[in-house]
């Protein structure tokens, strides 16, 4: 009940307009999100850079409505590909379809997104496709494959609360795509996800292990020196279990730490950041910034009650 509350919150238009008034929220909001430009972000990343963290940024937005939206957050993208070049961070990126018009039109969409690949290539970086609701993950994951054709920098999402996720993460495997392992944050009906948080962390659990066989099959580099190529697998969550266990299974298998990474978001579990990355593994953190912070900030809250009571905290502050 709860986790459902803030992420019908997160699709509420009266919601957004009041909350996003209030100026405590921005204050509250900018624990887990790195400004507003790209300027603000690059600084955050720099000093993420100099904890020994490696970074994939999101510039915020998703489900744009016109065309001129599409073709602002495409250029927005590019710049900040320049941006990560010119000042030479270990940065990459993460980016939504609905931002570029994959529920307006594909072949806009696609159009788009060659421009932003283009520019990745160019600067020799890697792009990952982020994943929305189940209601556009197939044509997401059609949208990859066809990436994969002309860019082997790109990568997608497999979220383990959906029950198709087994034979996605296979097949995405077999073609040596990288995957980014997370539980889910948006709100599925039970005819195609698990409900119950125990099932979901098992088959986490399980995909993981998929993707971790799959570290020798493809013969998959390891991280990048500069940070910007992952490796084949990522297991992204702040659940110390998920981590342990993954961990725990790749050194059965006799994986080095540099042939997965850790991920975790700006904000949330800094102390496991910090552990993890002292121990020598690969972590990067997941930075948000820009104007359009309100939904991926509702989902930040319903995934956690510390992240509830840090905003309301807030609440009474002046």
Not at 1 to 22: P, V, Y
Not at 51 to 77: C, M, P, R, S, Y
Request: a positive charge; glycine letters at 4%; charged letters at 25%.
């Amino acid at each position: 009940m709860f986790r459902a509350i803030f992420i019908f919150l997160s699709k509420a238009f009266w919601a957004q307009k009041l909350i996003m008034n209030w100026k405590f929220a921005w204050r509250v909001a900018s624990r887990f999100i790195a400004g507003i430009n790209i300027v603000d972000v690059i600084k955050v990343v720099k000093n993420l850079n100099d904890q020994g963290l490696n970074v994939t940024i999101d510039h915020l937005g998703e489900n744009a409505i016109t065309v001129e939206d599409t073709l602002a957050a495409t250029k927005e993208v590019i710049d900040l590909l320049e941006a990560i070049n010119h000042y030479d961070v270990h940065a990459n990126v993460s980016i939504k379809l609905t931002q570029f018009g994959l529920n307006i039109d594909n072949e806009l969409c696609k159009s788009n997104l060659q421009n932003i690949f283009e520019q990745a290539k160019n600067k020799q970086n890697f792009v990952r496709i982020d994943m929305e609701d189940s209601s556009i993950t197939q044509e997401t994951l059609d949208v990859v494959y066809w990436l994969k054709q002309a860019y082997s920098g790109v990568g997608t999402v497999i979220q383990s609360y959906l029950f198709r996720s087994e034979k996605d993460v296979t097949e995405l495997t077999n073609e040596c795509i990288p995957v980014r392992m997370v539980k889910g944050a948006y709100k599925e009906p039970a005819k195609v996800a698990f409900l119950k948080k125990n099932d979901v962390d098992k088959n986490f659990d399980h995909l993981t292990k998929i993707c971790l066989d799959k570290i020798s099959y493809c013969n998959y580099a390891e991280i990048s020196n500069d940070g910007r190529f992952p490796p084949l697998i990522a297991i992204a969550s702040h659940d110390e279990l998920r981590i342990e266990n993954a961990i725990h299974y790749a050194n059965t298998k006799d994986l080095s730490k540099k042939t997965y990474e850790i991920q975790m978001l700006y904000g949330i579990r800094r102390d496991l950041q910090k552990k993890y990355s002292e121990q020598g593994y690969s972590v990067r953190v997941y930075v948000p910034y820009g104007t359009h912070w309100y939904p991926y900030f509702m989902r930040r809250l319903a995934e956690r009650p510390a992240n509830v009571w840090f905003f309301f905290s807030n609440f009474f502050r002046k």
